[in-house]
């Protein structure tokens, strides 16, 4: 083809390409935003910043189908004004790289480039800006959730925490801590839950119930990690749930401690650059849901340490345990030595034989004395201020205030208290994957849950690579179907040009996102069994497909259109 009659015909693919791909990212933009100005009920600073951010995103996302409309409008307005007639008849022939469809091939393979470019360096970085922008008032978000569900749901360590509240507003930032976000709740009502195992399907049992006429959510966020705290403080009443009689109401509380919101800045492989992917590829155990797993370890052994310390107190000569704190000191005695002492994983359990009150507990704070029949004795580590916070309930128990002839039975009685760790559970939060992972280190359960973190991230990271790759690759194919619908329709009718090229688009972009969602379906570890098979290959076969179908597509028509 001719130097002028190339230029000729790509001028005016750049032109429609060009307008086309600013109206699709324009339209995504927008469709994209609606819904978060509605959910997270965004203010105008940040539905500009989030417009600034995601052009970038959205116009690499619809250069394929740009690439593929302006082809078609191009080569069918050239068809059906019988320019392809005259290049035909000229001895121009259909050759890709020489003939009719050189400019098509070209602005195929320029843009499979810059989509490429575009996907791993530039859009990966936009995109997180743009959740960053979305998820940076973290309170107004859960105004929101308050106002339209009346309820949040928090973790403290393996435990579930939702607290209910009739309504919530923003307070503004104190001076003296600014970054801290504070939200007021009005007729707030805390509720525990007993922690479950993993993969358990049974109801939630709740466990105590905290409730106030009004309290305060501080929020503190790690810029870094997007990580978020959260401490509900209130000055209300704590109620267990199992108690007998108007006088076991409860005690009063300050503060529910150690709740954690989840990032709402999600750790997605589309907010991470080639250079992180690979990296994370090599060392899975620097990714953010693995670092959560190893947390889980941690806790567990922390909790673990703990309670054998107080078992060890319990079944030792003395048959005491000590718990101190600042302010306060417990001691729990097992007398007589016939009651049962066992843990399991976050619990230790004291069990005195029928119609015997064996366990002894003495706080010395409010001159209380407990006999009970049995108790359950949990504890939650604060890694942030190494501090265990343990917490006693006794059952059929008998409590002396003050004088020893002041006696009242209480079904239940529950007493809390907040000790400095040790320095040999502050040790344990020093281990690393490493720690987990050396021979006879780990327990079969333990390595079921690396494995599957493992493989969630691997499988996401290889996913997204192909995906990007496969991406780039199908603005080169998809030109080259529309180059030949469009002269095969003779039509430069840009309604009759949508309705050819969007099917075409539309199977290769829908078996991407099926592939990469294929291969990040790991089963739940409950689920997973000895002849689970990695859905990986699948996923990526799904990418690769809707490219060797369309160019399939691609390769008949071509041949069609020579042959004629």
């Known amino acids: 083809m001719r ?284 990714s953010r849901h693995v670092k959560d797993v190893l947390r889980g370890f941690v806790r567990v052994d922390q909790q673990g340490t703990f309670l054998d310390t107080v078992l060890a107190g319990l079944d030792g000569p003395t048959g005491t345990s000590k718990l101190d704190s600042e302010t306060e000191h417990i001691t729990l005695e097992k007398r007589g030595g016939t009651a049962q002492v066992s843990r399991d994983r976050t619990m230790l359990m004291v069990v005195s034989p029928a119609g015997q009150r064996d366990l002894h507990l003495t706080q010395d704070r409010n001159n209380v004395t407990v006999d009970a029949a049995r108790a359950r004795i949990t504890v939650e580590p604060d890694t942030d201020q190494h501090r265990m916070a343990v917490t006693i309930n006794l059952e059929d128990a008998i409590v002396h205030v003050g004088s020893e002839t002041e006696t009242s039975p209480r079904q239940a009685f529950t007493r809390d208290i907040n000790v400095p760790m040790s320095p040999a559970i502050q040790k344990i939060e020093d281990r690393t994957i490493n720690d987990y992972t050396k021979p006879g280190g780990i327990l079969p359960e333990r390595r079921l849950q690396l494995y599957r973190a493992g493989l969630q991230i691997s499988n996401s990271i290889i996913s997204e690579l192909h995906s990007r790759a496969s991406f780039a690759v199908s603005c080169f194919i998809l030109v080259m179907v529309g180059c030949a619908l469009g002269m095969m329709f003779r039509s430069g009718n840009f309604l009759n040009a949508f309705a050819v090229s969007v099917v075409p688009a539309l199977i290769s972009i829908a078996l991407i996102i099926t592939g990469q969602h294929t291969c990040e379906n790991i089963p739940q570890l409950h689920q997973m069994s000895a002849n689970f098979s990695n859905p990986l290959n699948l996923g990526l076969g799904l990418i690769w497909s809707g490219n060797v179908i369309v160019a399939i597509i691609a390769l008949t028509l071509i041949g069609k259109l020579q042959r004629q």
């Not at 209300?236 to 076991?248: E, I, S």
Request: net charge neutral; hydrophobic share 45%.
């Open 3 to 286: 130097k002028t009659l190339f230029w000729y015909v790509f001028k005016d693919l750049l032109r429609i390409f060009f307008l086309t791909s600013g109206a699709l990212a324009g339209i995504m933009t927008f469709g994209g935003l609606l819904k978060d100005i509605t959910d997270k009920g965004l203010d105008l600073r940040q539905v500009i910043a989030i417009l600034r951010y995601s052009m970038p995103a959205m116009t690499t996302y619809s250069l394929p189908i740009a690439a593929l409309f302006a082809t078609t409008v191009v080569y069918g307005r050239l068809a059906a004004d019988n320019e392809i007639t005259a290049m035909r008849a000229a001895g121009i022939g259909f050759n890709p790289f020489t003939g009719i469809a050189a400019p098509a091939m070209w602005l195929g393979l320029s843009m499979g480039i810059c989509s490429l470019l575009l996907l791993c360096f530039i859009v990966p970085v936009f995109m997180l800006k743009v959740e960053r922008v979305i998820f940076s008032n973290v309170g107004q978000i859960i105004v929101g959730e308050i106002e339209k569900n009346h309820q949040l749901r928090f973790q403290q360590g393996d435990m579930d925490v939702t607290v209910y509240a009739h309504s919530a507003e923003v307070e503004p930032p104190e001076a003296k801590t600014p970054n801290v976000q504070r939200v007021t709740l009005y007729n707030p009502m805390v509720v525990t839950y007993e922690s479950q195992k993993k993969g358990e399907d049974k109801p939630k049992v709740p466990k105590d119930f905290y409730m106030s006429s009004i309290a305060d959510i501080h929020i503190t966020r790690n810029e870094k990690t997007d990580e978020i705290y959260v401490t509900v403080q209130a000055n209300g009443t704590k109620f267990p749930r199992n108690f007998a009689g108007a006088d076991q109401a409860g005690v009063s509380v300050g503060a529910v401690q150690g709740l954690t919101y989840p990032s709402p800045v999600r750790e997605n492989t589309k907010f991470m650059d080639i250079f992180r992917l690979q990296y994370l590829l090599k060392d899975p155990s620097d």
